[in-house]
């Protein structure tokens, strides 16, 4: 396996080897069907098994029970922005939304488009290098729900207690973070993530819904933007992106063989820990932009003295194979997206890079 690299993209984003061999073994024969998964019908015995499989064991790391239902959907979370509100901000309501990022913004301006959002609180003028203390946060008790963003990936903040939010439902976007840790679950009513961060690649988005809330949807929405009629079909309403669903089954598999969300923290917390040991430990040469008590396990964001240390850096650590470390553009720098699926390895790697180039250049 030596050609491959230790990838730091943001997303689409590195997937587990293991995974990746499984796929590749049974790409021209799914389980004795003669034919790829790609190629089965979505309507076929075996693929209906996929989705159930993948829907009960989403359901079982996540520990929730009968009250909740999981969507495979697709438009990416960028989709849910919009049917988030056009499913539970009916007209007269409000919705309170948490501002800690780009992604978040993005979500505040689609419910503005169908109906009244309020900003609770946002770090914007701290350009979300932290997340609003709890005092910051001014909630509305009859808000139709408070959205959040459990990870943002372009700032390298994480929330490590989740908002207080009463009886309002709590929605969270927890595209690149999911399944990272444990996390309190039955807090939230519903939270949405796209694959290609944490569950595998591009092309399907993962809902977990509480079944109450299925009620609330009004019948008036095109079906294909109704949350209850996905449900109703387990997801099978139309055509799904049928391998991306089969490789989410996959990485499920594979986080479940690894210990679960518990042993994925470990993991995670031991991997990130490498990073910013490089950044503190480099007396001032490596700046990390996130508030340290908001520091992210998934994205490590970090800047060098310069412009032109920053790129003889991507430069030097693509000659040791460590790619994708190009900071996004609002942030500038770098960042290093560790998600599950990078290993302990790449980690170490990287934080040895970082010191070897701090010793040569600061
Ligand atoms: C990547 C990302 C998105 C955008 O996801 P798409 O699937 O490309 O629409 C939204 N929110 C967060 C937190 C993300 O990290």
């Given at each position: 396996?030596?050609e491959?690299?230790?990838?730091?993209?943001?997303?689409?984003?590195?997937?587990?080897?293991?995974?990746?061999?499984?796929?590749q073994?049974?790409?021209?024969?799914?389980?004795?069907?003669?034919?790829?998964?790609?190629?089965?019908?979505?309507?076929?015995?075996?693929?209906e098994?996929?989705?159930?499989?993948?829907?009960?064991?989403?359901k079982?790391?996540?520990?929730?029970?009968?009250?909740?239902?999981?969507?495979?959907?697709?438009?990416?979370?960028?989709?849910?922005?919009?049917?988030?509100?056009l499913?539970?901000?009916?007209?007269?309501?409000?919705?309170?939304?948490?501002?800690?990022?780009?992604?978040?913004?993005?979500?505040?301006e689609?419910?503005?488009?169908?109906?009244?959002?309020?900003?609770?609180?946002?770090?914007?003028?701290?350009?979300?290098?932290?997340?609003?203390?709890?005092?910051e946060?001014?909630l509305?008790?009859?808000?139709?729900?408070?959205?959040?963003?459990?990870?943002n990936?372009?700032?390298?903040?994480q929330?490590?207690?989740?908002p207080?939010?009463?009886?309002?439902?709590?929605?969270?976007?927890?595209?690149?973070?999911?399944?990272?840790?444990?996390?309190?679950?039955?807090?939230?009513?519903l939270?949405?993530?796209?694959?290609?961060?944490?569950?595998?690649?591009?092309g399907?988005?993962?809902?977990?819904?509480?079944?109450?809330?299925?009620?609330?949807?009004?019948?008036?929405?095109?079906?294909?933007?109704?949350?209850?009629?996905?449900?109703?079909?387990?997801?099978?309403?139309n055509?799904?992106?049928?391998f991306?669903?089969?490789?989410?089954?996959?990485?499920l598999?594979?986080i479940?063989?690894?210990?679960?969300l518990?042993?994925?923290?470990?993991?995670?917390?031991?991997?990130?820990?490498?990073?910013?040991?490089?950044?503190?430990?480099?007396?001032?040469?490596?700046?990390?932009?996130?508030?340290?008590?908001d520091?992210s396990?998934?994205?490590?964001?970090?800047?060098?003295?310069?412009?032109?240390?920053?790129?003889?850096f991507?430069?030097g650590?693509?000659?040791?194979?460590?790619?994708?470390?190009?900071?996004?553009?609002?942030?500038?720098?770098l960042?290093?997206s560790?998600?599950?699926?990078?290993?302990?390895?790449?980690?170490?790697?990287?934080?040895?890079?970082m010191?070897?180039?701090?010793?040569?250049?600061?």
């Amino acid at each position: 396996m030596s050609e491959r690299v230790y990838n730091f993209n943001p997303g689409p984003s590195t997937l587990p080897l293991a995974v990746l061999q499984q796929a590749q073994a049974e790409l021209l024969d799914y389980k004795g069907t003669g034919m790829s998964v790609m190629e089965l019908s979505h309507r076929s015995k075996e693929f209906e098994t996929i989705v159930h499989h993948a829907e009960a064991l989403f359901k079982k790391l996540a520990g929730v029970g009968d009250e909740f239902r999981v969507l495979f959907l697709q438009g990416g979370a960028s989709l849910q922005f919009a049917l988030v509100p056009l499913n539970f901000l009916s007209a007269g309501a409000s919705a309170d939304y948490i501002i800690t990022g780009g992604f978040a913004q993005k979500a505040f301006e689609e419910a503005q488009k169908t109906g009244r959002a309020r900003v609770a609180a946002t770090t914007a003028a701290d350009n979300f290098r932290r997340l609003p203390s709890p005092q910051e946060i001014s909630l509305s008790p009859d808000a139709a729900y408070v959205h959040m963003t459990s990870n943002n990936t372009l700032y390298g903040t994480q929330w490590h207690s989740y908002p207080e939010t009463g009886n309002v439902p709590l929605i969270a976007d927890m595209s690149s973070d999911i399944f990272c840790r444990p996390f309190e679950t039955g807090r939230f009513s519903l939270i949405y993530a796209g694959a290609q961060k944490n569950l595998g690649p591009a092309g399907v988005t993962v809902v977990l819904i509480r079944k109450s809330l299925l009620e609330k949807v009004p019948q008036t929405l095109p079906a294909m933007l109704r949350y209850d009629l996905h449900a109703a079909n387990d997801s099978l309403y139309n055509t799904p992106p049928s391998f991306s669903l089969y490789m989410l089954d996959l990485v499920l598999r594979w986080i479940q063989e690894q210990g679960g969300l518990a042993a994925m923290a470990r993991h995670n917390e031991e991997k990130a820990a490498y990073i910013y040991r490089a950044i503190d430990q480099s007396g001032g040469f490596y700046a990390g932009h996130a508030a340290k008590e908001d520091r992210s396990l998934m994205n490590v964001t970090f800047r060098l003295p310069s412009e032109e240390l920053e790129k003889a850096f991507l430069a030097g650590a693509a000659s040791r194979r460590l790619i994708g470390l190009k900071g996004h553009r609002s942030v500038g720098g770098l960042r290093a997206s560790v998600y599950n699926a990078m290993s302990k390895e790449g980690c170490l790697s990287l934080a040895d890079f970082m010191e070897e180039f701090r010793r040569r250049n600061g």
